[in-house]
């Protein structure tokens, strides 16, 4: 069965950084691309970031590039998030995702992704 599980979500203040951890288990995840999406109160889950299992290529949301870096470590099925400098439009449940294999570009679309965390509550205050 798979899992992703993620964790270090908290309660920050604007201008902190934040690293969110993601493990996935249950299977190989070579050749699957990683994501992370979140989701607002009252709002629809949007793409943040998703990293490619050689960890070349990867694809942020347009209005997050340069604050969040995206990792994986391969070998613990690790994913990580480094968010930097947050705001308080950053608060959301930040989720974890997993494709069913291999896909050729469309890292944003949301129905790429097959696997999912339960998500982790990310609060920055002004």
């Known amino acids: 069965q798979v899992q992703l599980v993620e964790s270090g979500g908290g309660l920050v203040r604007a201008g902190d950084s934040l690293r969110l951890s993601c493990a996935a288990s249950?299977?190989?995840?070579?050749?699957?691309?990683l994501g992370w999406f979140r989701q607002a109160p009252g709002k629809e889950r949007t793409f943040v970031a998703a990293i490619s299992y050689t960890g070349r290529t990867t694809k942020y949301a347009d209005s997050l590039q340069g604050r969040f870096t995206i990792s994986r470590d391969n070998a613990k099925n690790m994913i990580y998030l480094q968010m930097t400098n947050l705001k308080p439009e950053d608060t959301a449940v930040y989720y974890c995702?997993?494709?069913?294999?291999?896909?050729?570009?469309?890292?944003?679309?949301?129905?790429?992704?097959?696997?999912w965390g339960r998500g982790t509550q990310v609060t920055v205050s002004s």
């Open positions: 249950g299977r190989s995840f070579m050749n699957h691309v």
């Open positions: 995702a997993s494709t069913d294999g291999y896909i050729d570009g469309n890292y944003g679309t949301f129905a790429n992704y097959h696997y």
